[in-house]
């Protein structure tokens, strides 16, 4: 019975990334931007006829949709298990893209990609996360949330060159009838591999040096209710720092295949490949990462580190032929950085408020992700389109990072009190202001003079 729970375990974790692998198709969206963009340029019966600056808004939808369907598939999730969830996303996505297979207008496309993808993208990724990190340790927490996103950041690396044959074989309209029949058969299919432990389950920790198991370490139970989440101050600190490092990615790459164009040419899509590798490898990095070193150090390293390839960026594609070598290595990064969010946050989130409504809490934390994705898709777009290049949008984000680099040191855990300290000391309310300040002062090493007061 216990080797048949271990090999569920990992099941669930496979089937949870091959369902990622499916739906990280939004990632290859600059893929998708650029045949749009040639077919809006170069005109005639049947081409794209919409204004430039609205390019992206599939996308920018798209990703507004999928973070705020993640409140209704993590409720899902949680009522009605993994599987259903997943299945509803499946059709959902097969939907959608068949909807684009048929027409090329704006409102279409809105309604095929942002409306009805997003919301299958939304319902197939809250699935995948939860019952994998239930059938394994905290101790391993950041290890398997890590791999099961890795499939989403992964995508692009066979989606992306994919895409691009497709394109230029079969069409806009055909590749994406592919799209919706495969990706409806490969999550669908999938979801039923999906399954949550049984009821009282007590997943075993590291093994010993005799190779026997040892049970995890008895925790108190956490198990917030969204409610409780939203009073907690630690939240709003959390959905900031999301916002700022999801829209900061996400605004990169959105744009990744433009930028690739100038200095690679029809080769761009390797562009968008390989800065998924550095996606995937950067949720799989940071979530081993977190287990050792701790969620918010591994944050703020990540948080500093992009900020500085923002500015980096600045000289390299502002460049009239930019070096494609130091394109490549800087998207790579920037992937690497953002992908490290995806392991990160929900890490964040079952470590604060638990397992059993976790479905509904991080999705709710995950409107962060979507709102970043929105605003700083929609804001680079106009930016770019007024400038003509893309430095005006890389130094918003690298001012955004650098400052929620600063917001992410109120996440530092508090020290232990002794116990005559505790008692001394009653526990405060958990706002905002007090969770910012209390992580600030532990950050600079002072300690309050006099006892809080209850409030």
């Known amino acids: 019975m216990s080797e048949q729970v271990k090999n569920k375990g990992w099941q669930v974790a496979l089937a949870g990334t091959g369902i990622n692998l499916a739906l990280g198709v939004l990632y290859a969206w600059s893929i998708f931007k650029g045949a749009i963009k040639t077919s809006i340029e170069k005109g005639g019966p049947g081409a794209f006829d919409w204004d430039l600056a609205s390019i992206n808004d599939p996308y ?107 394109l230029g074989t079969v069409g806009i309209q055909q590749a994406m009838l592919i799209y919706a029949v495969a990706f409806a058969i490969v999550v669908c299919g999938l979801s039923f591999f999906l399954v949550n432990p049984p009821a009282g389950y007590v997943p075993a920790d590291v093994p010993k040096a005799d190779g026997t198991a040892k049970a995890a370490p008895a925790k108190p139970a956490v198990n917030a209710t969204a409610s409780e989440m939203l009073r907690s101050g630690k939240f709003y600190i959390l959905w900031v720092t999301y916002f700022i490092g999801a829209g900061a990615g996400l605004m990169v790459i959105g744009s990744v295949a433009g930028i690739a164009k100038k200095s690679m040419g029809s080769m761009a899509f390797l562009a968008v490949a390989i800065m998924a590798l550095g996606n995937a490898g950067g949720r799989v990095v940071a979530g081993v990462l977190s287990d050792k070193i701790g969620r918010m150090a591994t944050l703020l390293i990540m948080f500093v580190f992009q900020a500085v390839l923002m500015f980096a960026a600045i000289p390299v594609v502002g460049a009239g032929h930019p070096n494609a070598v130091l ?89 232990a009190a002794t116990p005559a300290t505790a008692a001394a000391q009653p526990v405060p309310r958990n706002d905002f202001m007090e969770s910012f300040m209390r992580g600030w002062a532990d950050f600079l090493g002072f300690t309050p003079s006099t006892p809080r007061g209850t409030r």
């Open 60 to 166: 920018a939808v798209c990703c507004l949709t999928f973070a705020f369907a993640m409140i209704l598939a993590g409720k899902c999730q949680d009522k009605i298990g993994p599987a259903r969830t997943a299945l509803i996303g499946g059709l959902l996505v097969g939907i959608g893209f068949t909807l684009l297979s048929q027409s090329n207008a704006y409102m279409a496309w809105v309604m095929g990609f942002g409306i009805l993808a997003g919301a299958g993208f939304g319902f197939g990724y809250s699935a995948a996360t939860p019952p994998a990190l239930k059938w394994f340790p905290s101790s391993k927490t950041g290890l398997i949330a890590g791999i099961v996103v890795a499939g989403f950041g992964l995508a692009p690396v066979y989606i992306a060159p994919v895409s691009s044959y497709l």
């Open 327 to 415: 394109v490549v290595l800087l998207a790579t990064f920037m992937g690497f950085n953002y992908g490290a969010n995806l392991a990160l946050f929900p890490s964040f989130s079952k470590d604060y408020w638990g397992l059993k409504n976790y479905g509904l809490n991080y999705g709710i934390l995950f409107t962060a992700w979507g709102v970043g994705g929105f605003v700083m898709g929609r804001a680079s777009e106009m930016l770019n389109t007024q400038t003509g290049s893309f430095n005006a949008s890389f130094i918003l984000a690298g001012a955004l990072l650098s400052v929620g680099a600063l917001v992410s040191l109120a996440l530092k855990p508090a020290k």
